[in-house]
């Protein structure tokens, strides 16, 4: 069974204090792997797509990164309007390209 | 920035009502979804919607909810007879063209049964 898996479900940071969030994937094929931030109450809200291993996208503090079998989102310097769920999602082969398999996400807190 | 469109944000209905939930996608956009959210759960699908056909749908998706794109702009989520545990909170997304397999949310629907 295709699954994914997130950590930490939580992190508290205080400003400036850089770390990364995980995503890690069991599927039988991987077509991508999505990153979408999600504010409380709103819909996700893209961020990243990486298709192999190998490959790394940057969108102002945030990088993502893609292996075999996990995800990073590395938050450098992060400021208190990062503060958001962050939502890791897999697209498998052999179903429909919109047929995203999501993570529980990591609540992200970042403290002034 | 194009976006995609839900109507209603917030609907109570009674437990065996039928509701309808409408979603405008990005215009150019040709592959549609509906995807739920339980409060506190993980986003599920529900199904896809291509060339005014369903493309594949969850085991969520049985035979209470239906899919329809009316016109050239709405899709709709429809739900026949709705349940308690139908609360959520149901997100329209579209992809297509151009975006590549980037799949963009619109900001929910939040549906409570009660």
């Known amino acids: 069974e295709d699954q994914v898996t997130q950590s930490p479900e939580a992190l508290r940071l205080q400003e400036g204090e850089s770390s990364s969030l995980n995503c890690s994937y069991t599927v039988s094929g991987l077509r991508g792997l999505f990153w979408y931030r999600q504010d409380p109450g709103k819909g996700p809200e893209f961020l990243f797509t990486?298709?192999?291993a190998g490959e790394e996208k940057e969108k102002e503090r945030l990088k993502a990164t893609l292996t075999k079998k996990e995800s990073f989102l590395h938050i450098t310097a992060p400021k208190p309007e990062d503060s958001a769920t962050y939502l890791c999602?897999?697209?498998?082969?052999?179903?429909?390209?919109?047929?995203?398999?999501f993570g529980k996400g990591t609540k992200l807190s970042v403290k002034p | 920035e194009p976006e995609v469109t839900q109507t209603p944000s917030h609907q109570v209905t009674q437990m065996g009502q039928e509701v309808i939930l409408r979603c405008v996608p990005i215009s150019n956009h040709l592959y549609f979804y509906w995807y739920r959210q339980i409060l506190g759960q993980k986003v599920e699908f529900l199904v896809s919607?291509?060339?005014?056909?369903?493309?594949?749908k969850s085991e969520i998706f049985d035979d209470q909810f239906s899919v329809e794109r009316p016109d050239g702009s709405n899709f709709t989520l429809k739900i026949r007879s709705t349940k308690l545990e139908d609360s959520a909170m149901y997100f329209c997304?579209?992809?297509?063209?151009?975006?590549?397999?980037?799949?963009?949310f619109g900001e929910g629907s939040w549906l409570t049964v009660v």
């Open positions: 999602a897999v697209q498998v082969y052999g179903g429909s390209q919109g047929n995203l398999i």
């Open positions: 990486l298709y192999s």
């Open positions: 919607f291509y060339n005014n056909e369903i493309s594949e």
């Open positions: 997304a579209s992809s297509g063209l151009g975006s590549g397999n980037t799949i963009y």
